[in-house]
């Protein structure tokens, strides 16, 4: 069984600051993980993945996100927000099932950024 | 390399009615797997597809239902449709099983379906 919790429904910057997503997971196994990331009427995109090499995982837009096992957790940071960056943001975890992922998706934190 | 290509785009149902939803993936993938999206439930897996097979299965009635054909389009199809069927209903391409599958998965842009 796999689970993942986005601590945060909201989260709101100034642009120029430094934007922390928050998200914990549960797994039976060592998973997969990845940061999505959804704008207005769009689909999702991939923002970064972790699958078992660097604990530190540098995505686009100068998103990147730490793996720490003993924490379960799969932080977003990103050093300074821009407008762009405003968006719902998905932390999924993925496990092996039968050679196929099988995706659990977190509820989503939605980044609003101001001037 | 053109991406996931979901149609229509948008449509508007009674309930009742079915709706039949096609996703084109990634040239080179194999694997199709459904979504759906809800500001209730959020993104729910619905189904997988490889080399035709449903592999895996979500939480869903028997209303929901897809196919993949040899080219590895899909299609997904919902009868008897609810209010509570409205949704984004996403669809994603990955590579399929194997060892250069990671689980990252490209998703289209969606279907937003309306059930009145």
């Known amino acids: 069984a796999q689970s993942v919790t986005q601590l945060d429904s909201h989260v709101s910057v100034s642009e120029g600051t430094p934007v922390l997503l928050r998200c914990n997971y549960s797994?039976?196994?060592?998973?997969?993980l990845f940061w999505y990331v959804q704008h207005p009427n769009k689909g999702l995109q991939l923002l970064l993945k972790?699958?078992?090499?660097?604990?530190l995982v540098k995505g686009i837009n100068g998103f990147e996100a730490e793996f720490k096992k003993s924490e379960t957790s799969f932080h977003l940071t990103k050093p300074s927000a821009h407008m762009s960056d405003a968006a719902e943001y998905f932390c999924v975890v993925s496990g092996r099932t039968g050679g196929s992922y099988i995706p659990t998706f977190g509820r989503g934190t939605s980044l609003i950024v101001h001037p | 390399k053109a991406g996931v290509t979901q149609t229509p785009r948008y449509l508007i149902k009674t309930r009742g009615q079915q709706v039949t939803l096609s996703c084109s993936p990634i040239?080179?993938?194999?694997?199709v797997s459904w979504y759906q999206q809800t500001p209730g439930q959020g993104l729910q897996f619905l189904f997988e597809y490889f080399s035709e097979t449903q592999r895996n299965k979500g939480n869903f009635p028997g209303r929901f239902s897809g196919r993949q054909f040899s080219n590895s389009r899909s299609e997904m199809n919902v009868s008897t449709l609810e209010l509570g069927d409205s949704a984004l209903y996403l669809c994603a391409s990955s590579l399929g099983p194997g060892t250069a599958n990671t689980g990252e998965l490209f998703f289209g842009e969606g279907s937003r379906l309306t059930v009145l």
């Open positions: 797994s039976s196994y060592s998973p997969s």
């Open positions: 040239s080179g993938h194999r694997s």
């Open positions: 972790y699958t078992s090499a660097a604990t």
